[in-house]
């Protein structure tokens, strides 16, 4: 057997193994005794019609970098009827003292996944704790003040299970977009379509294909449409992927704007993002870490309109030291590295089930140790290099697009390994120790994500005649952005859907 060869049998070994288990994992739920009990939603009995008053509150306007004090709230049915401005406020069934605490808008977290569990595992324990941990991502968005995720790829079955309890008051939980993935054949991203079908990914082998792979997903209930542009693996090893042509882009993003769909490109190349540019995508999920951009792509993107999701947790989560990393003494780089080992623990007690918690604190033992990535593994093993590389220069092209007044949303891709999609003030945190005011990172997860999945007439700022996705802090978001982990109260659609 050649090199090659049996580097293919290794690949398919590792790769039949995750699909075993992937297979079984949604069908493992609630059968763990372990399990966390879930998040009781609130008795809070509201006739339709009633009118609740918040008052005694600061208001952060995250349009106008402005806090309105003493402001006033009036909540009617799902929709913030009259706010601040007004004195002749009419009269509330319900007053709600606030007595000086925050509101600011519901958070959106523009980029995670809902249904992968935050580490990796083949074990039972870790197994058993899979379909409550989705459940339980949920749940914990709504309690941090989430109230809206778009899901970048999951499973199709768990996430129409889950989008349904939460409407319909079973579970707590966000509003969920969720996006199915169209790719060229052999491309990243595929692998998942055998987990979760083609209600998950569709592979296309031309252009031809792609009208009537997107009109089937969009059938499928595709709240957008996710793409990946990814010229490498991940994971060891990486070897070179195919990606769509430029043709097949542009078809996927005229036809998708047909249905009226986003289309969100995963890219970590300024190859892929010029290729973004040049089929017109409006969303650009990660950020260009191979080399940095130049003032032509800056001014590209800026006048296209588009909006752009850095994910700065993805360098976060996975950057561990590793032989030969040109990467590995930047500052930026032993900083999260060293901000990782001191908050891990905490994450993990604030967001995984047991087993996840367990699993994934055994994982970060193993990638620690650099010489983790010279043997092959059963475990997904992630190339640090890739991440290490985004925490240097994607953060730089980050703070370039934002100088230059670029749409810049904020997603944390919460489910990867060591990362939870409620995990929003981690990432916010990230972004302003890499130099970011929080005014603008507010507004990046508030109203720029709104403006980005083009919800913004009706969540993302605390406006008359918005829904009432409101969340009240005991501090103030605007001093320090980590003061977002402080939630006391989250109304969703004008309920109350959460308390301390
Ligand atoms: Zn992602």
């Not at 739920?29 to 509201?46: E, H, I, N, T, W």
């Not at 989705?134 to 941090?144: D, K």
């Not at 977009?177 to 987990?195: E, H, P, T, W």
């Not at 800026?302 to 032989?323: D, E, Y």
Request: charged residues 25%; glycine residues 8%.
């Amino acid at each position: 057997m050649t090199n090659r060869q049996f580097m293919k049998r290794r690949e398919f070994i590792k790769s039949s193994a995750w699909l075993g288990t992937a297979f079984l994992a949604p069908f493992t739920s609630l059968g763990c005794a372990s399990a966390s009990p879930p998040l009781q939603p609130l008795d809070f009995p509201v006739a339709p019609g009633s009118r609740i008053l918040l008052k005694n509150v600061r208001i952060v306007d995250v349009e106008d970098d402005r806090i309105i004090f003493p402001g006033h709230i009036l909540l009617r049915d799902q929709a913030i009827e009259q706010i601040s401005e007004y004195s002749d406020f009419p009269p509330a069934e319900l007053t709600l003292d606030l007595q000086g605490k925050y509101a600011i808008p519901g958070l959106i977290n523009g980029h995670c996944h809902l249904t992968l569990p935050g580490a990796a595992d083949l074990g039972l324990g870790f197994l058993l704790a899979w379909g409550r941990q989705c459940e339980r991502n949920a749940e914990e968005c709504l309690r941090h003040g989430v109230t809206t995720v778009r899901d970048m790829l999951g499973f199709p079955g768990k996430l129409e299970e889950m989008k349904k309890n939460i409407a319909s008051g079973k579970m707590l939980g966000p509003r969920i977009l969720r996006g199915i993935g169209i790719q060229v054949r052999g491309g990243y991203g595929l692998d998942f379509a055998l987990l979760g079908g083609e209600k998950m990914v569709r592979a296309i082998r031309s252009v031809a294909e792609v009208k009537e792979q997107v009109s089937r997903a969009c059938e499928d209930g595709a709240d957008f449409i996710k793409t990946f542009l990814q010229y490498t693996k991940l994971w060891i090893p990486t070897p070179a992927l195919p990606v769509l042509s430029d043709a097949e882009l542009i078809a996927i993003q005229q036809e998708a704007e047909k249905h009226g769909k986003v289309v969100a490109v995963h890219h970590t190349s300024v190859e892929g993002f010029r290729k973004n540019l040049r089929a017109g995508i409006q969303s650009f999920e990660h950020m260009p870490r191979d080399q940095e951009l130049t003032d032509t792509d800056v001014e590209a993107f800026v006048k296209s309109g588009a909006g752009i999701n850095p994910t700065a947790s993805v360098a976060w989560a996975l950057s561990f030291p590793r032989n030969g990393d040109p990467y590995a003494d930047a500052p930026e780089v032993k900083q999260i590295i060293e901000d990782k080992k001191a908050r891990l623990p905490k994450i993990l007690d604030e967001f995984a089930e047991e087993s996840i918690r367990k699993t994934a604190l055994e994982n970060y033992r193993k990638l620690s140790d650099p010489d983790y990535f010279e043997h092959w593994h059963l475990m997904i093993t992630p190339e640090p290099k890739i991440f290490t590389a985004a925490a240097v220069i994607g953060s730089r092209n980050l703070h370039r697009l934002v100088r230059a007044g670029a749409l810049v949303g904020c997603g944390n891709d919460g489910g990867i390994p060591f990362d939870f999609p409620g995990a929003m003030a981690l990432e916010m945190g990230i972004l302003q120790r890499s130099g970011l005011p929080p005014k603008d990172i507010l507004r990046m997860a508030t109203i720029n994500n709104a403006k980005i999945i083009r919800m913004s007439d009706r969540i993302g700022s605390l406006k008359k005649g918005k829904l009432a996705d409101i969340v009240i802090l005991a501090e103030n978001p605007l001093a320090d952005i980590e003061n977002l982990g402080k939630v006391e109260k989250v109304f969703f659609e004008g309920k109350l859907k959460y308390s301390t």
